[in-house]
């Protein structure tokens, strides 16, 4: 429910010359100076660049589209960190240096099945396959003296329930036995069902050899917020007799909602020291260089909906707590130490950027980076310099790297879309401010056709981010400029609940979502209305997820858009509660369980507002969704075939939540909600189209 999943890349449509434009048109037409939504199959992601220890070189994970199998594929690249000889290196992904710089660990398909870890030497042709498990790998990290590496992997329990059945006969096909479900989370979006079991620590020397278990027990590490499985943040500490690692290790954790705690682990014994003795969500722990210290992210325990994160330290035995982060109401993430012990850097979101940010140890913050992009810090080399993705509204993400001590100048070291993008014209990026209710501030962004004339009146669509608790950003984004290159305007804020603008402004919706949310969606389309050049006659409006559930709720309330698309959507939170793979989320934004009051619950779901809506709506949602399952949808589709209400229901096949993690399934979603908002839409001659070359 509470995950953004940003298009993997961008589509920009603008006339040609001398080509009229098309009325009515349905479909987009092709073009070879125009980025339509095909160009999706062309288009290349980067991630998780990591720098040599002597800063000379950079691994980093390449995807790009494997036309014929439709899904993305990953293969590791290395360039050098002047930007020169970039170059495949191995087919994997999740590359760590070791500590010397002569090799890499990294995880990649092997025997006897699914993911394995493997080790690769740069100075020599081929790579070794380091375990054999039954179970995939994660997490991996060298250890200080680069003998072994650990890894997280899930161990699997039974959960036996004999009874005594008859024996079947000789050649009987009987059914197979029932699945024994006795946890509340028994299942997960983009894994389905799953097993019993616990996620735990190993180890397994570097050049091979049989993997050892190191933490045992009915817990769990990783920081458990939604209660699924999901990555762990661990550290070494310099000795490498024990690491540090987030975890659950509480009676009944199957029943706790986002706690969890910081452990050392012996890695000879297997002995756990729990560290943060307060109950909070504490997580992400990063050791000093000289393992005096210990890095980390948290809270207390709070009912809140949300609340932004602190920078923490603590001594190496757990003592000396405290908060370095001071009045810095953001998340930190990405946390790397500096290579002289002196402070902390880490990545931040704020208003819908991300910039890198440095903590010393006496405390305080201070901006390392600044301006409108989506930066990451990812690895830093000894002698400071750091590596990241950069991205912003008119660039695809690109490896960059800087100096930590003096970051004015960001040097570019890929440019993995560069042949897509040439001789394409984008739609340009505004960004906007403006006042909603409460006199609440609310950022937005506006995408202009390539074309853009301001004395035309172009269509609008308001596209809602979900979460609730997330953020659009500066980032490039595919979705908005295809619909911009096919003559729509497009709107995207951050309402309330939104993250990056601190926790007052994110937890403004708490045990009332929606509610101010909706005031500033319909502010924002105000304030684009002013302009003077948007059709207040030809509003849409979509969203998935977070972004679904206010679709539904914007029609629910008001008629002024033309046609909505509700994607992935929350329609009736009693039901869903028993329906999603995260309960406890939903619990937490209510004051009693439904049983006691039923009442809070159904005022807030969007299906009781169904018998207002008289918007033609588009409903998708994936097959195998677990998050906000097809159910809610077909509650949705239901009630306003019943009354009346123009709809169709679009089931995508093999996609989890969202519509769009297959490339086809991506172009699939732009081209129905296009054809579906021009169907009710009223053009005229005069607006854009997508017209041939």
Known sequence: MYTLRPAAAAVALVLAAGVAPLPGAAQEVRSDSLFTTARILDFETVADPQISPDGRHVVYTRRWVDKLKDRWESSLWIVNADGTRNRFLVNGSNATWSPDGTRIAYLAEGEPKGTQVWVKYLDAEGATQVTRLSENPANVRWSPDGRSLGFTQFVPQETPWKIDLPA??????????????????????????????????????????????????????????????????????????????????????????????????????????????????????????????????????????????????????????????????????????????????????????????????????????????????????????????????????????????????????????????????????????????????????????????????????????????????????????????????????????????????????????????????????????????????????????????????????????????????????????????VPLFTANFFDKPFWEDPQAWLKQSPLMYVGNVKTPTLIMTGELDLRTPMPQSEEYFAALKMRGVPTTLLRFAGEYHGTGSRPSNWMRTQLYMMDWYRRWGTFDDAAPRAAAP
């Open 168 to 581: 079947a006969p000789a050649g009987a096909q009987w059914t197979e036995a029932p699945r024994v479900v006795n946890r509340l989370h028994y299942r997960a979006d983009r894994q389905g069902f799953l097993k019993a079991g616990n996620v735990h620590l190993f180890v397994v020397p570097a050049d091979g050899g049989t993997a050892r278990q190191v933490t045992t027990g009915d817990w769990s590490l990783g920081s458990r917020f939604d209660q699924l499985p999901g990555g762990v943040a661990w550290d070494w500490m310099p000795d490498g007799r024990t690491v540090v690692v987030e975890g659950l290790k509480v009676e009944n954790p199957d029943s706790i909602y986002r706690d969890s705690y910081l452990y050392a682990v012996n890695v000879a014994s297997g002995a756990v020291r729990q560290l943060t003795p307060e109950r909070g969500t504490w997580g992400k722990p990063v050791v000093s260089p000289d393992g005096s210290q210990i890095a980390f992210v948290g809270a207390p325990y709070s009912r809140m909906s949300y609340r932004a994160g602190d920078l923490w330290l603590m001594r190496a035995d757990g003592g000396g707590i405290r908060r370095i982060s001071g009045n810095f109401d953001r998340d930190p993430d990405n946390l790397v130490w500096a290579a002289n012990g002196g402070g902390v850097y880490f990545t931040a979101q704020s208003e819908g950027a991300s910039n890198v940010y440095f903590a010393p140890l006496q405390g305080g913050v201070r901006p390392v980076t600044r301006g409108a992009q989506m930066l990451t810090l990812n690895s830093l080399s000894r002698g400071g310099v750091g590596v990241g993705v950069r991205s912003t509204a008119r660039e695809p993400g690109d490896v960059v790297r800087f100096e930590a001590r003096n970051p004015a100048e960001v040097t570019r070291l890929t440019r993995v879309n560069d042949d897509v993008l040439q001789n394409v014209a984008l739609g340009e990026v505004e960004e906007i401010w403006y006042t909603s209710s409460g006199g609440a501030r609310v950022q937005g962004w506006i995408v202009k056709p390539p074309s853009f004339d301001p004395a035309r009146k172009y269509p609008l669509i308001m596209e809602i981010h979900g979460g609730p608790h997330s953020m659009y950003n500066v980032g490039f984004n595919t979705m908005f400029q295809n619909f911009a290159a096919n003559g729509f305007v497009v709107l995207y804020t951050n309402p309330r609940g939104s993250t990056g603008y601190g926790t007052e402004f994110g937890n403004a919706i708490q045990r009332a979502y929606p509610s101010v949310d909706y005031d500033d969606l319909m502010a924002g389309v105000d304030a684009v209305i002013a302009k003077g050049y948007v059709d207040p006659a030809n509003l849409f409006v979509g969203g998935c997820s977070g972004g679904g559930v206010l679709t539904s709720w914007v029609i629910g309330h008001t008629e002024r858009f033309r046609a909505a698309a509700v994607r992935c959507p929350v329609i009736n939170w009693l039901s869903f509660a028993g329906q999603t793979d």
